[in-house]
């Protein structure tokens, strides 16, 4: 097991949502979005933030905060109050997915056999922007995902 389980935790959050069927079609990053990327919905996920300290006195192990800090956007083309809310309720029902793996799987498949690495994880921060973009309305929530480990 590495001795930071931040980015493996990532990939694997990140190849599940790709394989859960209420995300078909909406893109997944483990990285930022492109300037040149055109979507209409993805999730995309930004920044780890990590905060670890000994276990105990004398004790190898580590304990291990990590925030990963994701984006859901979704662009919704057309313009008015009807289309802003299709484009919020859609990012919504990302989020739901998002929530729905967490809770499902919260080590996200990287606790060896008979190992709780990962302790705990969930959702501990959403926060919604809503935008115009050319033709389009977009919806964009901010969400952070925490995980504590023992390393």
């Given amino acids: 097991m590495n001795t930071w389980t931040a980015a493996l935790y990532l990939k694997a959050l990140r190849d599940n949502l790709k394989a859960r069927p209420g995300l078909a079609g909406v893109l997944v990053y483990g990285a ?38 994701g984006v859901i956007e979704v662009n919704q083309p057309g313009a008015g109050d009807d289309i802003a809310d299709a484009a919020r309720d859609r990012a919504v029902a990302i989020l739901a997915e998002i ?7 919260p080590d996200a498949g990287i606790n060896p056999p008979g190992q709780q690495i990962v302790r705990h994880s969930g959702i501990t921060r959403k926060n919604l ?21 023992r390393i």
């Fill in 99 to 105: 929530e729905a793996e967490v809770r499902e799987k």
């Fill in 32 to 69: 930022p979005i492109g300037a040149n990327d055109r979507i209409n919905e993805a999730i995309a996920f930004i920044d780890i933030d990590t905060v670890e300290v000994p276990a105990a006195l004398g004790n190898r192990s580590r304990e291990e905060d990590y925030t990963i800090e």
């Fill in 129 to 149: 922007r809503q935008r115009t973009r050319d033709e389009y309305r977009v919806a964009i929530i901010e969400v952070d995902i925490t995980i504590t480990t």
